[in-house]
């Protein structure tokens, strides 16, 4: 017997499914070529049912959805205290690629955006690239509860073409705030970037961060509960970059967006979700995703400030 769930992530995805607003990302061809028909839906619960339709097996990149995952190793690493010492936490209000630090602070304005992204991938533990980046993949397959990979074509071609977030690493230098080599930095960045995944994994990924830390099915602990808290604490005020504000209107959960077409949205102690869907808005966020997650939190009275 199909559930309430199925029977609402079906009638989502048939609302959205028409909806071919947007464009894929174009800035390297690996992107420009992905499919932008492809959609799927991904409910998970904090126990681990999965509820899924559509391209819910499909594989894209993570993108920017890595965001949160590479600041919460940076906080477990290094500790609230140094990991706020190089990055805010307020909202910045500008595209994710800003070439820009708060002008009071001279940091990055928060963990979400580039700056800070980069910021924290050069705080992620190891004694190499290849030991951090080994870390970073076993943390996000922990999340998702199966081994992830890279994707080598995305991860060259990110690194061949990434002018601008290599502006951002070598402004990071000069202020202090990269404290060794950007180069090294951007290498980890574009890399995690370039972690290929599914629907189905990112629902994994949402309900691991729903059910505090804890992947629903295999067990395993992958984030304290303090962290936890403040990765989505994060996610919500910064997650859906300058669209934050309506996000949190329209939609109130944290979430994280990519734009390889991924959207991840929690909602603490009961679900995770995942959208893909590569057409992106011009904030970088899938349009689908956004309207998906939108209808999904309506009928399933998901925001976080709804009161039964
Ligand atoms: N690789 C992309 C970049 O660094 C990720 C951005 C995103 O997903 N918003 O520009």
Redesign the pocket.
Not at 257 to 260: A, D, E, F, K, P
């Given at each position: 017997m199909r559930s309430v769930v199925d029977e609402v992530i079906a009638q989502v995805f048939e609302l959205c499914r028409h909806d071919t607003g947007g464009a894929v990302?174009d800035?390297i061809p690996e992107l420009a070529s992905a499919d932008p028909d492809r959609f799927g839906i991904c409910v998970v619960t904090s126990q681990g049912h999965t509820y899924e339709i559509g391209d819910s097996t499909a594989e894209f990149?993570i993108?920017?959805?890595?965001?949160p995952l590479t600041y919460a190793m940076a906080l477990a690493d290094r500790g609230p205290d140094a990991v706020a010492a190089r990055v805010d936490v307020e909202p910045s209000g500008e595209p994710?690629?800003e070439i820009s630090l708060d002008p009071i602070t001279e940091r990055p304005r928060n963990p979400m955006i580039?700056a800070g992204?980069i910021t924290m991938a050069s705080m992620v533990g190891g004694r190499n690239v290849e030991e951090r980046f080994e870390r970073v993949l076993s943390a996000y397959s922990a999340f998702a509860g199966r081994r992830l990979r890279l994707d080598e074509q995305v991860y060259r071609s990110?690194a061949r073409t990434?002018y601008?977030?290599r502006a951002i690493g070598y402004m990071l230098r000069s202020f202090d705030i990269l404290g060794s080599e950007p180069d090294a930095a951007l290498d980890l960045?574009?890399r995690q970037?370039?972690i290929a995944l599914t629907c189905r994994d990112l629902g994994m990924m949402a309900a691991t961060l729903a059910n505090n830390g804890v992947n629903p099915l295999t067990r395993e602990r992958v984030l304290a509960p303090a962290l936890v808290e403040r990765t989505l604490s994060v996610m919500t005020t910064c997650g859906m970059?300058d669209a934050a504000g309506a996000w949190v209107a329209e939609v109130g959960l944290p979430a994280k967006?990519?734009?390889?077409g991924g959207v991840l949205a929690v909602l603490p102690g009961q679900l995770g979700i995942a959208v893909f869907s590569p057409r992106l808005d011009a904030h970088?966020n899938s349009v689908r995703g956004v309207q998906a997650c939108r209808e999904l939190s309506r009928l399933l009275e998901l925001h976080f400030m709804h009161v039964v």
């Open positions: 990302a800035y990149t993108q920017s959805i890595s965001k994710f690629n580039n992204a990110e990434g601008r977030n960045y574009f970037c370039s970059y967006s990519g734009v390889g970088g």
